[in-house]
């Protein structure tokens, strides 16, 4: 759910978000997760959408050791 609250998490979360999940869960991503986080690494210094964060976000939770 999109809240009206929202606020984009810092890039450098972000990128070590990412940085997590290819080095510890690479080999569980689908095609699909591991084309969704490769299209992230080239547009996160733009800024993601709320969108973007919260499956970022899903992604992380599910595949890595939090």
Do not use: C, H, V
């Not at 972000?14 to 869960?25: F, N, R």
């Not at 547009?43 to 050791?65: D, S, V």
């Amino acid at each position: 759910m999109m809240s009206e609250m929202w606020k984009p998490k810092s890039p450098s979360i972000l990128k070590d978000w990412i940085e997590t999940i290819e080095e510890e869960a690479s080999d569980k991503l689908t095609s699909w997760e591991t084309n969704f986080i490769d299209s992230l690494k080239m547009q996160i210094n733009k800024g993601l959408t709320e969108r973007q964060e919260i499956i970022l976000e899903r992604i992380y939770a599910e595949k890595t050791k939090l």
